[in-house]
Structure formats: C-alpha cells, structure tokens
C-alpha cells in the first residue's frame, strides 16, 4: 500500500500554514520546484522520500507529522500493509505505523510469551495507548472486548486505558511492545 496521497497532502498545507510559508519560500527550501508542491498539495503525484524528507528538513519537523490525521481508536496493519513511500536512489521502503504525539513518553519492550492463561491487563492511566508487532508466532492481542488475532509481521495499536488482553497462541510467540503514555 503506497502512501495515500490526500493524507501527505493536508499535511503539507497544515503544516506550511503552521509555518507561515508560501509555496515558493517552502518549495526554494527544499529546493524542489514550486508547481511540485503545488501539485502534492492539491493531491496529485506521487512523491519520492527524498522528496518528501527535503520538505520535512525544510518545515522543521519530523516526517511522521504528515502522515498525522483522525485514526479509529484501534488500528491495525497487517504486514506488507500500511501507508508507505519508496526511495528514488535505493532499495529502501519506509512503512509508518504510528507517530509518536508531541510531549508523550515511549518504552519499548520485547515480549517472549508461551500458549496458556491470557495475559489480561487493567486499564493503565488516561490517555496510554499500546503499540504491537508480532515478531513470530501468532497472538490475540487488544482490548478484551474486541481483540484481533496477528501473525508474524502484523501491528496492532489500541487504548491501554481500557482493559486489554493478549494471548500468544503459538509456542515461543515474540512480540514488541512500545507502550505510550501523554
């Protein structure tokens, strides 16, 4: 799935806005041409990485911040899935999975878990949200009400603050957890 254009698109002019730039100061900095980024601002083409990360450098933010947009409060991406842009110059394709809110805390653990009693966990504080991605093996995983069944290479992020479980269904099953708290 390449990266949907609309998304790169608002992003760009949000954040143009936010910087006070024109379309001719912003694109000279990034020094790509004007109609450009006129056009990927009207959701049109599809831009290389190298293109996109010269209009981050020149904005002054972090790439992940054009790919913000309103997300359902569960998300998941199978592997080989998810919003992605390619390099111009080399084999190399980056696939975003979550961006990380400006102000929150990240800890990041790998998890080696083993068929058996589910491991249910109470609500943590307000606002925490849990990131997963299945290394190996095969793992229900998210809240207790609706969790979704992942295999290697998949991701799953959903609210830490409500009661979630996961559950390895396979032997020797490795997952990370990135667990995120504002």
């Known amino acids: ?27 000279r900095r990034a020094g790509i041409a004007k109609s450009t980024l006129s056009q990927l601002e009207a959701a049109q083409g599809n831009p290389s990485l190298e293109t996109l990360w010269s209009l981050c450098v020149a904005l002054e933010i972090p790439f ?15 592997f080989g899935e998810g919003p992605s842009v390619a390099s111009e110059i080399a084999h190399y394709q980056a696939i975003l999975l979550a961006n990380c809110p400006t102000g929150a805390r990240r800890d990041v653990y790998i998890l080696n878990t083993q068929p058996g009693e589910p491991r249910l966990s109470h609500p943590h504080p307000i606002g ?26 998949d991701y799953i992020c959903y609210p830490a603050d409500q009661e979630h479980i996961f559950e390895a269904l396979d032997e020797d099953t490795r997952a990370i957890l990135i667990s995120e708290q504002r």
């Open 64 to 78: 992940a911040k054009l790919m913000e947009s309103n997300i359902p409060q569960t998300q998941v991406i199978r």
């Open 1 to 27: 799935m390449s990266l949907p254009i609309e998304i790169v698109a608002k992003g760009l002019h949000r954040e143009r806005q936010k910087a006070g730039l024109s379309l001719a100061e912003l694109a």
């Open 128 to 153: 925490s949200i849990e990131h997963i991605i299945i290394m190996k093996g095969c793992a229900k995983v998210g809240l207790t009400a609706e969790p979704v069944v992942l295999n290697e290479g």
